[in-house]
């Protein structure tokens, strides 16, 4: 059962990080296995964002453009098992009506890459460019020709911190692909893409966080648990190290969380908050999902099964002995 709510109305563009958002899910979507974030300005001014996947055909630019135009399958399946990210279509012609767009694109069957300029909506450019196979987008001047939503841009430093967190959970949920994260000149996070959760933890959180791990590995029909537990010693006073990933996209929810909470307290004793990293898979057929352009909200058909499974998964780790 599925609810699209507001698909076609919704507002997808509020921030640089909602621009970084689409943009790199839709490189991930395009099978890169290396994407480049670079900033500046907290992404006002400038953003790049660059991939090594299968490119846009010069034939197929403009339209990629046009409101509702994507190239891929949309059905309840690929929204729950979100091996496609996207299902709107609306997010490079959102963009590029409230920015200066410049893409780079070049499959690799062809021989030229294409150049596209747009801005505000209107097309400027389309010519041939060398161009390495994948693509590149620039994004200059955000919400230049819309003062009034420019005005609830807060400032470069918490722009960027907002796109640094979303790098974050792209890197812990996407182990396979290097990403890198340049804010106004300097690296701030690059994940070798070799697979290895762990070595992904290590990179973003450090040596004491990531020689601190239990292995979360639970296998129930319909519902499957990957990822790393941190030992108790390494809690903490806030929710902020509860990192989940529900069908591969970052996830809040009340009852994953209780469940996550309720094992580590009956574990220790104690009333602190986990570190996790818990990737999540969940069969469609437990799972309602009420997708919003901008998040998704899960609510399950049985939460007592849910609770319980993810309690099971994290009480197991817990008792597992030290890796
Ligand atoms: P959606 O992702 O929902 O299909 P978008 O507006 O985000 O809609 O993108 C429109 C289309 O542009 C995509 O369906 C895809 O065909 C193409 N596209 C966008 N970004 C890329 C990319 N980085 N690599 C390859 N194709 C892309
Ligand atoms: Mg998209």
Not at 19 to 24: A, D, N, S, T
Request: net charge neutral.
């Amino acid at each position: 059962p599925i609810t699209i709510d507001k698909i076609a109305a919704g507002e997808v563009i509020e921030r640089p990080a909602s621009v970084v958002k689409e943009l790199v899910e839709n490189a991930i979507d395009a099978g890169a296995t290396a994407v480049v974030v670079e900033i500046k300005d907290g992404g006002i001014s400038f953003m790049r964002i660059t991939d090594n996947g299968c490119g846009i055909d010069r034939e197929d630019v403009r339209s990629a453009f046009l409101r509702h135009s994507t190239s891929k399958i949309r059905s309840v399946d690929d929204l729950l098992h979100i091996g496609s990210l996207g299902f709107r279509g609306e997010a490079l012609s959102s963009i590029s009506a409230v920015a200066q767009v410049e893409l780079i694109t070049k499959t690799k069957d062809q021989t030229f890459g294409t150049l596209y300029r747009i801005a505000g909506g209107k097309e400027e450019t389309l010519e041939d460019t060398g161009a390495p196979d994948g693509t590149t987008f620039i994004i200059r001047q955000l919400f230049y020709n819309t003062p009034a939503r420019r005005k609830f841009l807060k400032t470069p430093m918490t722009e960027a911190s907002h796109v640094g967190d979303l790098m974050t959970r792209l890197a812990l949920s996407h182990p396979h692909i290097s990403f890198q994260f340049i804010n106004n000149g300097q690296s701030k996070l690059h994940t070798s893409g070799n697979g290895k959760l762990k070595d992904v933890i290590y990179h973003i959180y450090g040596r004491e966080i990531a020689s601190n791990l239990l292995k979360a590995e639970y296998d129930t029909p319909g519902l499957k648990i990957t990822g790393f537990l941190g030992k108790p010693i390494i809690s903490r006073g806030n929710r902020n190290f509860e990192n989940y990933y529900v069908n591969g996209r970052y996830a809040r929810n009340s009852i994953i969380s209780r469940a996550i909470e309720d094992a580590y307290k009956d574990f220790t004793m104690q009333h602190k908050y986990p570190f996790v990293v818990l990737h999540i898979e969940i069969d469609g057929e437990h799972v309602d999902v009420n997708v919003h352009p901008t998040k998704m909200e899960l609510r399950f058909n049985n939460q007592q099964e849910v609770y319980n499974a993810i309690y099971s998964a994290v009480d197991q780790g817990l008792h597992e002995k030290e890796l």
